[in-house]
């Protein structure tokens, strides 16, 4: 199985802050790389897909990069709504596996 | 407007089984594939199960091979997953998700399974 490991496990950012977080997988996942992001009580959505492509209606300050098997989330200018759990997930091969999550919380 | 709406949560003890459905609409669900997708209190996700189009190409995570069974009913636009010798590690909210290509662009709110005796 392949092994996806966020980093960090949370992370204490203000508004308008530029955050990053990157994953790790095991072994190359080329770009079958997912962000998601997941609010206390919710279902999770769908930010980014294939490493870079930015899911309809996401807001464009949310960007990703990365292929093989470093891959980064980036939230260029932090905004109230954007405190939550952000999980990575890769589609390479089944089992499909999340990384751990990092929790964005208010400095 | 694009729902998954899931159903069937019960509190059922261990050894027990449950049947979890999910009603999808707003979208043509004989297209694409279909996945459920748990998260246990206060933890991460992990993905349970998937299913192709025609119903017959199935998918699990170790943890639940051979314990559970994915299925759809394409005439019913509704997705299911049959439960049995459930285990308290399978308490969690299942989610049910639709795929688009390699991503999970949908997903419902999610359905209660707590296993307890």
């Known amino acids: 199985d392949i092994q996806m490991t966020q980093s960090p496990s949370s992370l204490s950012a203000s508004v308008g802050d530029r955050v990053t977080i990157t994953c790790r997988a095991s072994?190359?996942?080329?770009?079958?790389l997912n962000w998601y992001q997941q609010k206390p009580g919710k279902a999770p959505t769908l930010l980014i897909y294939?490493?870079?492509s930015l899911q309809s209606g996401v807001p464009s300050r949310f960007s990703g990069s990365g292929s093989g098997t470093d891959f980064t989330l980036t939230i260029s200018s932090l905004q109230p709504e954007d405190f939550a759990t952000y999980y990575c997930?890769?589609?390479?091969?089944?089992?499909?596996?999340f990384g751990q999550g990092t929790r964005v919380e208010i400095k | 407007e694009l729902q998954l709406v899931e159903s069937g949560g019960a509190v059922v003890q261990p050894g027990g089984s449950l049947r979890l459905s999910c009603a999808a609409s707003?979208?043509?669900?004989?297209?694409?594939?279909m996945h459920w997708v748990r998260q246990a209190p206060g933890k991460g996700l992990e993905w349970v199960s998937l299913?192709?189009?025609?119903?017959?190409?199935?998918d699990y995570a170790d943890s639940v091979k051979g314990r559970f069974t994915i299925s759809r009913d394409n005439s019913k636009n509704s997705l299911y997953l049959q439960m049995n010798s459930l285990r308290t590690e399978d308490t969690a909210l299942y989610f049910c998700?639709?795929?688009?290509?390699?991503?999970?662009?949908?997903w419902g709110q999610g359905t209660l399974v707590t296993v307890s005796s």
């Open positions: 998700t639709k795929a688009s290509g390699d991503d999970f662009d949908y």
């Open positions: 707003g979208f043509t669900f004989d297209d694409y594939y």
């Open positions: 299913i192709k189009w025609d119903g017959v190409t199935t």
């Open positions: 072994q190359s996942i080329n770009t079958y």
């Open positions: 294939a490493a870079t």
């Open positions: 997930q890769q589609s390479a091969s089944t089992p499909y596996t």
